[in-house]
């Protein structure tokens, strides 16, 4: 479903993805791993057009991704950030419905949808009339989930929306989340530092540093084929893996 074919992009002087060329299957949670500033968070800004890459080109179902494309391909995706990226000034069901409405949907389905999503991701009813600054950060990346998931993306793109809970936190919703992956049956690209996160959540693992791919392959095949010295060095330093 989802390709990149020679991608690079530089900031300044700093280089940022370095001709990364992979292939994202379709239905499937991937992982993109590595530390700080190696191109996870970039990759993924390019894959939504928020960031136009310097050379190389992004293919949709075999088509490739263009300026003209754009509305289109953001209507499909879904997007969570860390911070959850939910607008300040409106309540959790208005920051839902944003797109919906715009798009002139029926605000009867608006509403049930809402209500229906918020049910699944644990989220009690009062909360879809509260402020962003009223709610618990676990809360807020609920919040934040059901805002991607209102039009039933078929492609979901999560750039470590777990990084700033609590362990207690962060445990419940890997497990939450894990589920609700396999319920959806969409291509989610999960972006995590956090190796045994990674290895929970999905079974495909991308292992990026210094904007290239490192290698691909399951949680196991990392650990007992590494492709090379740092890919060795990023799997032991995670004792817990």
Known sequence: MLELRGVSKRFGDALALDNVSLGIAPHQTTALVG????????????????????????RIDGQRQTRTEIPTTRRRCGYVTQSGGLFPHLTVHQNAALLAQHLRRDPAWIRQRSAELAARLHLEPPLLERLPRELS?????????????????????????????????????????????????????????????????????????????????????????????????????????
């Open 137 to 241: 950060g676990g809360q807020r990346q609920r919040a934040a989930l059901l805002r991607a998931l209102m039009l039933a993306p078929d492609l979901l793109l999560l750039d470590e929306p777990l990084a700033a809970l609590d362990p207690l936190t962060r445990h419940d919703l890997q497990a939450e989340l894990k589920e609700l992956f396999a319920e959806l049956q969409a291509t989610v690209v999960f972006v995590t530092h956090d190796l045994a996160e990674a290895a929970y959540l999905a079974p495909q693992l991308i292992l990026m540093h210094a904007g290239r791919v490192l290698q691909e392959g399951s949680a196991t095949a990392l650990r007992e084929r590494p492709a090379d010295r740092y890919v060795r060095r990023f799997v032991a330093a995670r004792r817990d893996f």
């Open 35 to 58: 530390t700080s500033g190696c191109g996870k968070s970039t990759l993924l800004r390019i894959i939504l057009h928020l960031v136009t890459p310097d050379s190389g080109e992004v």
